[in-house]
């Protein structure tokens, strides 16, 4: 940590970041602000940080609402250097992890009912990173960093035993897939289908079996059908392949989409049964093509979305694993190799989640 004169401030905290000043310039490393740590915050010195496929949209700002300078990262794990003098919950050299809120409003009715996912406050949560979409002249900055500071109340535990750099994808891509399912009480009896096999899908399908369901996976890529079966789905469908997806014809109770971009909705409708559900965790745009309402109203099906979850889930889903033997399966790079890391996950190359050493790659 050193301490640098930014133009007409008062002298800040510069910690050794990895981000972009715009859409079309790779990653690369910058000094970034770090706040000054208040009484309810925690100070700290980053490990690892997954890399998320919003890491990707954001820095590219193909949500066309990314505050620049924009350093990513949402999955974070790394270990307590300092405790502001009112927190209780953490002591220094405690291993925690941040996931893809730092505040929010905390007096909305969503903050009130443990939603802060949901946040209705005026600009809604904030973000680990790209915090205000309606920027006022701060920003928050992300896990790509080799530190980061955060109200006690935004910090989750990490269960002792469990390996940190397969654990820092679950604080994003396993809340965002166990959220719906506990929402929607999936479990013991349910037959669900998870669509697509990657980051957050290979985390989905373990988590759909630890609680009860029988789990269908749904690929554009034959050759993850053994993977998908080994995290622990019953059968693997390659969805291109009508007939094999014709099997599942009205079968299926619900479906978790984990699709990061537009996708043809329309086949998988067909698999559910009456009354039944696909929420969609990856998606967050107009869908093409559109959605043919005539086998939703003759089946009364629902089609939605849901958004990552909150952080009373967050601790419940990093519990959850510790206690069922669930990881995600990480690839771990440095931070130079990310730029390459995005390519490779948009060119569906990843198994199945980077993770970057950032202790290893930075040092403050
Ligand atoms: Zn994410
Ligand atoms: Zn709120």
């Keep these: 940590m050193t301490t640098a004169q930014i133009a007409n401030q008062k002298p800040i905290t510069v910690t050794v970041g ?81 996931g893809c809120m730092v505040d929010s409003c905390r007096h909305c009715e969503a903050c009130r009912g443990g939603e802060e996912q949901y946040c209705e406050g005026p600009r809604g949560f904030t973000a680990t990173y790209n915090g205000p979409f309606k920027p006022d002249g701060t920003n928050t900055f992300g896990g790509y960093s080799s530190q980061i500071v955060v109200n006690e109340d935004f910090v989750l535990r990490i269960p002792a035993g469990m390996d940190p750099k397969s654990v820092a994808p679950l604080l994003c891509s396993g809340v965002t897939t166990f959220s719906p399912l506990k929402h929607f009480k999936i479990g013991n009896g349910d ?56 099997k599942y014809a009205g079968k299926l109770d619900f479906i978790l989409s984990t699709v990061p971009t537009s996708h043809d909705v329309n086949p998988y409708l067909a698999l559910l049964k009456r009354d039944g559900r696909m929420t969609l965790v990856g998606a967050l745009e107009a869908l093409e093509p559109g959605i043919n309402n005539g086998p939703a109203a003759f089946h009364r099906l629902s089609l939605g979305g849901s958004l990552i979850g ?27 190799r990310v730029n390459e890391a995005f390519e490779n996950v948009n060119d569906c190359k990843v198994r199945y989640r980077y993770v970057i050493d950032m202790e290893g790659s930075l040092s403050s």
């Design 18 to 98: 990895y981000g972009t000043p715009d859409a079309s310039t790779p990653l690369g490393p910058m000094d970034i602000p770090l706040r000054e740590p208040g009484a309810h915050d925690v100070v700290l010195r980053i490990e690892y940080c997954g890399v998320c496929h919003s890491d990707i949209h954001q820095a590219r700002d193909e949500w066309n609402n990314t505050v620049w300078p924009c350093v990513p990262g949402h999955e974070i794990v790394g270990r307590v250097v300092e405790i502001g003098s009112h927190v209780t919950k953490f002591a220094a050299g405690d291993r925690v992890g941040v």
């Design 191 to 246: 037959t669900i289908g998870v669509v697509g096999i990657g980051g957050l899908g290979h985390v989905a399908i373990q988590i759909a079996k630890a609680l009860g369901a029988t789990v269908i996976a749904f690929t554009r890529t034959p050759e993850k059908a053994t993977d998908a079966k080994r995290f622990g789905a019953t059968d693997v469908v390659v969805s291109t392949d009508s007939q094999a997806m014709e």
């Design 310 to 336: 909150s952080i009373e889930e967050t601790q419940e889903i990093l519990d959850f694993c510790a206690a069922n033997d669930i990881a995600s399966t990480v690839e771990l790079i440095p931070i130079e």
